[in-house]
């Protein structure tokens, strides 16, 4: 008797979350920006209640959209932080991301064109940076967000140096 191959393994049991998450510091970072936003949104709703006649918002309006920013602040960073992951293979570039609706991308390291860091305001305070590789695909660079700033560093160094390695022009 001989043994009968198995089936081929389709590819979406293949993929997986990828192996890495970003800091912990990203969940309080996603908070605090969740919470200037918010204020934002609710300081401009109450301008216009005060500059505008016609717009009279009761009590009960500004208590709900305080209520809203607050579940917006606690809620969202966690599931955030529960889903964006990263890893970087011998071939490829691999994340995942979103809340809502989530997004799993992988990019070939030959087709990596370019790789950088940026820090913004907010994440300068909490030590974290964003890594963007950018690649030919029209679905625009990948983005790996809210990782320890010394982290996103060792990856970009990491990422230019593997993707100058690989054969191929990036295209």
């Known amino acids: 008797m001989t043994d009968v191959p ?16 970003v800091s912990p510091r990203a969940r309080l ?7 200037v936003e918010g204020a934002v949104a609710i ?15 009761p009590w009960w309006g500004v208590v709900a959209a305080v209520a809203a920013v607050l579940a917006w602040v606690a809620v969202v960073p966690q599931w955030r932080y529960a889903v964006h992951r990263w890893e970087v ?9 979103g809340w809502w609706a989530q997004e799993q991308r ?15 305001a907010v994440a300068r305070v909490f030590g974290l ?7 030919a ?8 967000d809210g990782l320890d700033r010394a982290r996103a ?9 593997k993707a100058d390695a690989v054969e191929g022009d990036a295209t």
Do not use: F, N, Y
Not at 29 to 35: I, N
Not at 129 to 135: F, L, R, S, W
Not at 137 to 144: D, R
């Open 153 to 161: 560093q060792d990856l970009v160094a990491e990422l230019t140096l």
């Open 29 to 35: 970072m996603w908070q605090v920006a969740a919470l």
């Open 129 to 135: 940076a964003t890594v963007t590789v950018t690649t």
């Open 106 to 120: 992988i990019a070939p390291l030959s087709r990596i064109q370019t790789v950088d860091r940026a820090e913004g």
């Open 43 to 57: 300081g401009v709703l109450l301008l216009v209640d005060l500059a505008v006649d016609q717009v009279d918002l």
């Open 89 to 97: 293979t011998e071939t490829a570039v691999h994340t995942q991301s």
């Open 137 to 144: 695909s029209a679905a625009g660079a990948l983005e790996i």
């Open 6 to 21: 198995a089936p081929p393994t389709p590819v979406t049991a293949l993929l997986r979350a990828p192996r890495h998450r």
